[in-house]
């Protein structure tokens, strides 16, 4: 049956799940959580070629005044992370529907697969960071995932999280729906998402619609 994509991928960490709490639990407050996270993020994507994941958290842990062992304490809770309410829901329909779905993000592989498995939703693709040998928004992680899943930029859908993916989707011609949970503020250099929505709710009409 004819739809607007034939594949979509996520942004995992932020699009798909709440990891900030977890980070604002690990680093024991949510001012200091979000100082943390915000500094990873700001490292993370200026990295270019992958570097052990484990060493850029600790880094940021370092810059942002907290202690670097956290980076550890962090991966060993990874299986604690929850999708945002809502999130299995709105991927059902696609997976009902034979959507190929799959992930594209910025850690390591073997947390990449604890990440991924706590959507409690299968995934034809896991890509991270580690396994395409680069961070985004580097252009490597996206089309590998797009090659994996054989399919053309044109028609397939990017579910950004993060405000730094639209950059890197928008630069392999990827439409990007950017799902704010946050309320994060775009990059001046970032493109317009095509949707830009606190929930996704209206995913799968919009994925499956012809």
């Known amino acids: 049956m004819p739809r607007r994509y034939d594949a979509v991928l996520f942004d995992l960490l932020t699009a798909l799940l709440d990891s900030w709490t977890l980070w604002n639990r690990v680093a024991g407050d949510e001012q200091s959580g979000r100082r943390w996270r915000a500094e990873y993020l700001r490292i993370t994507y200026g990295t270019?070629?992958?570097r052990p994941y484990d060493d850029l958290?600790?880094?940021?842990?370092?810059?942002s005044g907290l202690a670097r062992g956290l980076a550890r304490e962090l991966s060993d809770r990874?299986?604690?992370l929850r999708p945002w309410p809502g999130v299995k829901d709105s991927l059902a329909p696609l997976v009902a529907a034979g959507v190929p779905l799959a992930?594209?993000?910025?850690?390591?592989?073997?947390?990449?697969?604890?990440?991924?498995a706590c959507v409690g939703v299968r995934f034809d693709?896991?890509?991270?960071?580690?396994r395409a040998g680069f961070y985004k928004p580097h252009p490597r992680p996206y089309r590998l995932a797009m090659e994996e899943l054989e399919v053309a930029p044109e028609r397939c859908l990017f579910?950004?999280?993060s405000s730094y993916d639209l950059i890197g989707a928008s630069a392999v011609d990827l439409d990007v729906w950017w799902h704010d949970r946050i309320g994060m503020q775009r990059p001046a250099e970032a493109p317009q998402p095509l949707r830009h929505t606190?929930?996704?709710?209206?995913l799968a009409p919009f994925v499956l619609d012809a």
């Open 48 to 50: 270019g070629a992958y």
């Open 57 to 63: 958290v600790a880094e940021a842990a370092a810059s």
């Open 78 to 80: 990874y299986a604690e």
């Open 103 to 116: 992930v594209v993000t910025n850690c390591s592989e073997s947390l990449g697969k604890v990440a991924a």
């Open 125 to 130: 693709s896991v890509v991270t960071a580690e």
């Open 159 to 161: 579910v950004a999280g």
């Open 198 to 202: 606190m929930d996704l709710q209206e």
